[in-house]
Each structure stands twice: as C-alpha cells, then as structure tokens.
C-alpha cells in the first residue's frame, strides 16, 4: 500500500481490518427474523445499577472527572452516588476561578483517590494551595498531581523563583501511590522537615519530579523511603549532581541532565542495584552525562544514547566503560546481552550505530534520529554483525526526507539486517500536495536494491511533524507499553 499515513490513520486502518474479519459471513433474515427483532427492542434489565454503591462509587472514581458528574443524570439511584464515591478530580485554575477548585473540593463528600491540580492563575498559588491541601476532604489521598505555571519569565526574575512545596504534600506520605509535581519558570524547593529522618512513602509507585529544586540526600531518602516505587521520572531538576539508584522494586528510570542556564545540573547516574529495571531512558540530554550501570540484570530499553557517546577512535571495550562504568566484566556480558530496544539520537555517522550494535548484539528494535547535518555511511560492509545477522526485526528512522545520506543509510540494513520484518520513516517535513505519489516514489528509490538480506522487510511511512527524540512522559510510567520510544501509541 502506498498511501501516506498518520500514525493514527494507520491504527484506524488496522482496527477497520480486524473488525472485518471478525464479522460473520453471509446475510438475509429467518422465519423468526420479527420475534428476535422485538426482543431486541425491549429494554435490557439494568444490573449495573443493582450493585451495591462502593462498588458504584468505585466504578465512577474510575471515570475522568466530567464523565463521572454526567453520571448523576443516568436515574434517580445514579444521582447521589458521584457526591460519595471516591473523589478523582482534575482541576485546572486561571486567575478568574480560583474559587471553584477548593468548592468542589470542600463540597465533596467521599473519600479522596485523586487530586490533579494545574494552576495557569496570575498570582501566587501557593497560599491557596497549601490550604486546599489540608482540607479534610483529602485525606487518604493516593494520587497527586501538581502542575504550577508560573506567568511568565517575569516571575522568576522578580524574586519568585524558589518556592517552598506545600508541606501538606507531606501529609498524604503514608497512602500515596503516585506523586507528580512539575514546574514551569519557577522553582519549589523540596525540603524535609526538620527532625524527620527519612521520608517514608510506603506505597508509592510512580514518582515524577520536574523542574524542581531539591538537595541530593533529600531526594535519596525519598527513594529510599519508597520501598514498591516502580517508575521514576525526573525532569529538568537542580540541586542535585549525582543520582544514586538503588531499589529492588524499580523497572522504569527517566531522567534529564537539566537546562543549560540552570546551575546544579545532574552530572552523573549510577545505577548500584536495580535487579527488576527493565528501561533506562536519558532523554533531552544538553550536556554529556555519566551514566554507570554496576547491577541491572533485567535492562531491556536503554536510551536515547547520544552519538557523542561512541568516539570513533575508541574500541568496543572502551565503549561499554563509556555506558557501563564500574560494571563486572562477567556481569557485563550478560547485561548488554538482555538489551531489545535501543534508541539512538543525533547520529551523524553510520559507525556510530555499528559500534552500539555491537555492544548489544541482541537488540530487535532499533530507533535513530538522524543528525539534521546528515549522516555519513563509511563502515566496512563487510563487517558481521551479530545483531543484523539474527536479532533486528524492527528500525525506526526519523525525520525522513529521502537525502541521499538517509536512502544510503536504509540501504546499508536492507543489505545487511538478514531477519528485518518493518521499517518505519517518520516524515517531520510538510508534505505537498499529492503526498501519496511522494511515498510511492521514496518506496521505489528505496526497493531498487539488488542482493538484499531482508526480502520480506515492510515498509511504513508515518508523518508527524512534531517528530523528535522526546519521550512522553506517561510513557516512563506505562509499563504495559511494549515500547516506550514509539510516539505514535499517543499520536
């Protein structure tokens, strides 16, 4: 097929072929065509409604915030039931209703599973927020989302810069399963009580910091104090140059090294013990940052790993003292060997990606960002790859726009990669019209190729003009998701 498709238009074009063949063949009525026709007009008994009302609640504390208060006008038994069930509430706050969050707030009557607030106000919110975060209606509360935007840049410079979190977020410790605090222009400052010791969260799952400002022993007794914490996600935060991860519960790690104007940048990760990590995601790196991995048996995702990284001078040894600093040799082997999906950005030479592959002769997705200089593809072919002869399945090459540099690179593993299934082109660029006849002749530039080794390999030319090395967040956190660096999932 050579129509060029969104990633959501391809999803849609597949769910049309599933449901196709899940319907039955062959049509026309029976006999008791009309009899069957009048039973499927009465209307159905409603056992929903006969479940007891926590069960209800539960059902409704599931539903986004606007979902669940429609449900009042379902009947009369539906009615009082939103009041009372568990409260999930995501409030958005602008400079003109900043009373409306804290009356829903005060005005619920149920207990409390989560509260996501984003405060846009031009003012200072945290007054109010510290307040709505001691109201009674939250306790208990085992989700908190915090997003504060700050006016403008103004803000910062005006003396607001580092704000204090709400020590009321402290409060929900002992029940919280996800706490999520982001900032724009400004800073809260994350400090532990005086006298407290460590900071116990005994249930936390999901942790994501961004754009705050907190010491480094704060952050450690935080992650210490969260002995079933699965997912953690710090983004563009100071305070603190090394991160030390030690947990046995942990399986997905995202992390930035922060803003190149910002002082107090991460400069260094160590992953000590993380026997059930699973991915590792540097992502939007600005500076090189120092990532050593002593014990992590289970690593299956790694990257973005920056071109920078690989020296071309350097040997496949000193490569994996690079990425894998302070690890046993014996242990070693095995890591890199357990290794699926590898996500590489800013690769300006095909040498570079010959190098990883390597380095993790396992690996069956492979995802490049290209340099937006190009790519040179000068490698000995006929070098053996371990990871092209029997592993790579799946390579994802953005932006495409059809260079030279780019048809040659594609080339380079239709030639090599013997067991190749699919290749995606992520196209960023805005397509002319006739964007169909485009893909059709990229599709044939990229087929006239002799002696290939992956006769079967599919081609899928997906446009996304906001295609980049970024990784969404809530995709750090979704550990269900099979492949974290596939963008069109949320597309």
């Not at 009615?79 to 409306?100: C, H, I, K, Q």
């Not at 003396?159 to 979190?165: E, Q």
């Not at 095995?334 to 190098?355: F, M, P, Q, R, W």
Request: glycine share 8%; charged share 25%.
């Amino acid at each position: 097929m050579d129509a060029f498709t969104t990633p959501k238009r391809r999803r849609l074009l597949e769910e049309e072929e599933e449901s196709r063949r899940g319907q039955p063949h062959g049509g026309g009525g029976s006999a008791g065509g009309g009899e069957e026709e009048q039973d499927a007009a009465a209307d159905p008994p409603d056992l929903i409604s006969r479940l007891p009302d926590d069960i209800l609640g539960d059902v409704i504390s599931l539903l986004p915030t606007a979902g669940g208060g429609r449900t009042q006008v379902l009947s009369r038994r539906w009615r009082p039931l939103w009041r009372t069930s568990p409260l999930n509430l995501d409030a958005r706050v602008s400079f003109y209703d900043e009373g409306l969050a804290a009356a829903a707030v005060a005005a619920h009557a149920g207990p409390a599973r989560r509260f996501s607030l984003t405060w846009d106000a031009y003012s200072d919110g945290f007054p109010a927020i510290d307040g709505w975060l001691r109201s009674p209606t939250l306790d208990g509360l085992r989700e908190l989302e915090l997003f504060y935007h700050a006016p403008d840049e103004r803000y910062v410079t005006g003396g607001h810069r580092h704000t204090p979190l709400p020590l009321p977020v402290l409060r929900f410790s002992p029940t919280l399963r996800v706490l999520c605090v982001s900032c724009d222009w400004c800073r809260i400052d994350v400090v532990a009580p005086s006298g407290a010791g460590e900071l116990e969260f005994p249930h936390l799952e999901q942790l994501t910091f961004k754009g705050i400002d907190i010491a480094e022993s704060t952050l450690h007794s935080i992650l210490a104090g969260s002995p079933v914490l699965k997912s953690l996600m710090l983004h563009y935060n100071i305070g603190y140059r090394r991160l030390r991860i030690r947990s046995s519960t942990l399986r997905s790690v995202g992390m930035t090294d922060g803003h190149k104007d910002r002082e107090g940048r991460v400069e260094e990760v160590v992953v000590e013990d993380a026997p059930m990590l699973e991915r590792l995601i540097p992502d939007r790196l600005m500076y090189h940052l120092d990532i050593r991995v002593v014990n992590a048996p289970k690593l299956k995702m790694l990257g973005y790993l920056y071109s920078h990284v690989s020296d071309r001078k350097v040997g496949r040894k000193d490569l994996l003292t690079k990425v894998f600093k302070g690890m046993e040799l014996a242990s070693l082997t095995n890591t890199i060997h357990t290794v699926k999906i590898l996500a590489l950005n800013e690769v300006s030479n095909l040498g570079v990606v010959v190098d990883f592959l390597r380095c993790f002769p396992c690996v069956e997705k492979l995802h490049i960002v290209v340099s937006s200089q190009g790519c040179t593809v000068k490698v000995e072919q006929d070098a053996s790859l371990e990871c092209l002869d029997s592993h790579l399945k799946t390579l994802q090459l953005t932006p495409y726009d059809g260079n030279a540099s780019q048809v040659n690179l594609i080339r380079f593993f239709l030639l090599k990669a013997k067991v190749l299934e699919s290749m995606k082109l992520v196209v960023s660029r805005v397509i002319p019209s006739g964007g169909d006849q485009w893909v059709a002749s990229e599709r044939k530039k990229l087929m006239r190729l002799e002696n290939r080794a992956s006769q079967g390999a599919r081609f899928a030319f997906e446009h996304d003009r906001w295609a980049s090395d970024n990784v969404p967040m809530k995709h750090i956190h979704d550990l269900a998701l099979d492949n974290p660096f596939d963008r069109s999932v949320t597309t």
